[in-house]
């Protein structure tokens, strides 16, 4: 009786056209910082099969890179910028909501491993960065065997850890662009670090377009935008006075409760999770006034 070893095959392409030829081979696994694809291999809820090409994501600089273009205001994410660059400068000012919630995300060891990039694809509703991308319009740019394409983020996410991503389909970068006004992220777990959200909200108030925008994460199948409660801030606002009426903090809080579609799980019960988006937006909201 013969040993049958076999090997997970471990491939470390240097830059594009080496992760796009490698993402030919057959049951491709992408591997960015391993901070949600390690914890799914351990608990057995997904499996690298001795088949599998594994490819890690690290080498590659274009993943690594970011850009800014202060005429259009545009800022290019690479898909592997970590947590630990998303809270420091520059992108603290170029996109303060993002900032925020890479601070609320894991411990320093998980920021300085986890990924933008990661964190999309995993596409948890829970995931912080995506109510943020989300407000902001986020676009992605993806590279698969097949060429380039783009996506809006809100098109990408289909469902709970569920998206258009085909096997082997790498995010390139992520696009959003810089506001005038203000921004911000909060959310609610059950302690203070080192917390899943059970309730996150990003809002954006855009002194240019005149316009609000709210997201809400880990109250639904996938990332939320609340669009009544985004349209009635946007017309109820005085975007002269930089403020609006206390009783437009108020119900744009339970506008956006009243769109959540939050669920029972073992984190929190809908009815708590509900109300969490009622709190936090209007906080958010006050917060926005605030500190413009
Ligand atoms: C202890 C702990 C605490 C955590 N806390 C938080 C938290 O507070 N908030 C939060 O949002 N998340 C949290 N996470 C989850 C995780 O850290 C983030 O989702 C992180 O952004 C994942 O990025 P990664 O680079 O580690 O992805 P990986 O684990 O490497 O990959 C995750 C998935 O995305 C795919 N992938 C990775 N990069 C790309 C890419 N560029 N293109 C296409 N597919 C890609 C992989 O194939 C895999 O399916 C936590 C995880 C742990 C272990």
Not at 3 to 22: D, M
Not at 120 to 139: E, F
Not at 145 to 170: C, F, I, M, Y
Not at 264 to 290: F, M, N, P, Q, W
Request: glycine share 10%.
């Amino acid at each position: 009786m013969g040993l049958r070893l076999s090997y997970v095959t471990v491939l470390i392409p240097e830059n594009l056209a080496e992760l796009r030829e490698a993402s030919e081979s057959p049951d491709v696994i992408l591997l960015a910082g391993g901070t949600d694809l390690m914890v799914s291999v351990n608990h057995r809820s997904r499996r690298i099969g001795s088949d599998a090409t594994v490819i890690s994501l690290a080498r590659v600089p274009e993943l690594r890179s970011w850009s800014h273009n202060p005429a259009s205001g545009e800022l290019v994410i690479g898909g592997g910028i970590t947590w630990s660059q998303l809270e420091r400068p520059p992108f603290d000012s170029l996109a303060p909501a993002l900032a925020q919630a890479a601070r609320t995300v894991g411990s320093p060891q998980i920021r300085n491993a986890g990924t933008i990039g990661g964190n999309i694809a995993t596409a948890s509703p829970a995931g912080d960065g995506l109510p943020v991308l989300l407000a902001l319009g986020a676009v992605v740019d993806i590279l698969g065997s097949a060429g380039q394409r783009s996506s809006s983020l809100a098109d990408l996410l289909t469902g709970p850890k569920r998206t258009t991503l085909a096997p082997g389909e790498v995010i390139v970068s992520v696009r959003v662009t810089e506001t005038a006004g203000w921004q911000g992220y909060a959310k609610i777990g059950v302690r203070n670090a080192m917390v899943i959200s059970v309730a996150g909200v990003a809002m954006v108030l855009d002194g240019a377009a005149r316009k609000a925008t709210i997201a809400l994460g880990s109250v639904g199948p996938t990332v939320l935008l609340a669009a009544e409660a985004s349209a009635r801030l946007s017309t109820e606002f005085d975007w002269d006075a930089w403020s609006c009426s206390e009783s437009t903090i108020v119900s744009v809080g339970e506008m956006a409760a009243a769109e959540a579609r939050p669920i029972d799980d073992h984190r929190s019960t809908a009815e708590y999770r509900r109300h969490g988006v009622r709190v936090l937006t209007s906080r958010l909201l006050k917060r926005g006034i605030d500190r413009r």
